[in-house]
């Protein structure tokens, strides 16, 4: 059964620092991976996708990396900013590719 | 080209009646996706649909139930409302119908079961 955890579970940076969020999977053998953004009490917005083919993504000052073998995917935000303040989730397919497996979440909260 | 919608926002109930939730995905997509996310837990799966049919569902009892329309709208329904039950309920919605595509959801009902 695939589990995916988050580390850390809160974060807390002034406003500038560049961070790094993790994600971990039980089973490597995924498809795909995908991160979320979550404001307080709303959906999730799509930040990125990593196919298992590709060993990272980017999208304007996000990068995600993905390390199948060792189950393991990054976030990177660089530059950080006030309004990058939200829950950050990674999610993989299940075991048999089916639905979305999420991982409880990364809470940031970027100080100005 | 228009997101996932939902409605309603927000939906208050009591204990034992019953709740209708609506989904419309995005345009060309034929799979919907249910998730549950109550306070302080992760997000659940609760039911996925694809060309009108239920394909799976997660760990729920029957009591939440649903269905996908010619449109590939969905309405998710939970019977029987427990206090327990009080959660966002997210709808997602994909090209075709395996998670290896991209998920879009939408902003989500917030149910609470007075």
């Known amino acids: 059964k695939q589990e995916v955890t988050q580390i850390p579970a809160a974060l807390s940076v002034p406003e500038g620092e560049n961070l790094v969020l993790n994600c971990s999977f039980t089973?490597?053998?995924?498809?795909?991976l995908q991160w979320f953004r979550q404001d307080p009490g709303k959906g999730l917005t799509s930040l990125l996708l990593?196919?298992?083919?590709?060993r990272e993504q980017t999208s304007g000052r996000l990068n995600a990396s993905l390390d199948k073998s060792s189950g393991r995917s990054t976030l990177y935000i660089a530059a950080s900013q006030p309004g990058d303040s939200a829950t950050y989730l990674c999610?993989?397919?299940?075991?048999?590719?089916?639905?979305?497996?999420f991982g409880p979440g990364t809470r940031l909260s970027v100080l100005p | 080209e228009a997101g996932v919608t939902q409605s309603p926002t927000h939906l208050i109930k009591t204990r034992g009646q019953q709740a209708t939730l609506r989904c419309s995905p995005i345009s060309g997509h034929t799979s919907v996706y249910w998730y549950q996310q109550a306070l302080g837990l992760g997000l659940q799966f609760l039911l996925w649909?694809?060309?009108?049919?239920?394909?799976n569902r997660g760990n729920f009892p029957p009591r939440f139930s649903g269905r996908q329309f010619p449109n590939y709208s969905s309405e998710l329904n939970v019977n029987a409302l427990e206090l327990e039950d009080s959660a966002l309920y997210l709808c997602?919605?994909?090209?075709?119908?395996?998670?290896?595509?991209?998920?879009?959801f939408g902003p989500g009902t917030r149910l609470t079961v007075l």
């Open positions: 997602a919605s994909s090209r075709i119908g395996s998670s290896y595509n991209e998920q879009f």
């Open positions: 089973d490597s053998a995924i498809y795909n």
């Open positions: 649909y694809d060309e009108g049919e239920e394909r």
């Open positions: 990593i196919q298992s083919s590709q």
């Open positions: 999610a993989v397919p299940d075991n048999y590719g089916q639905n979305f497996v």
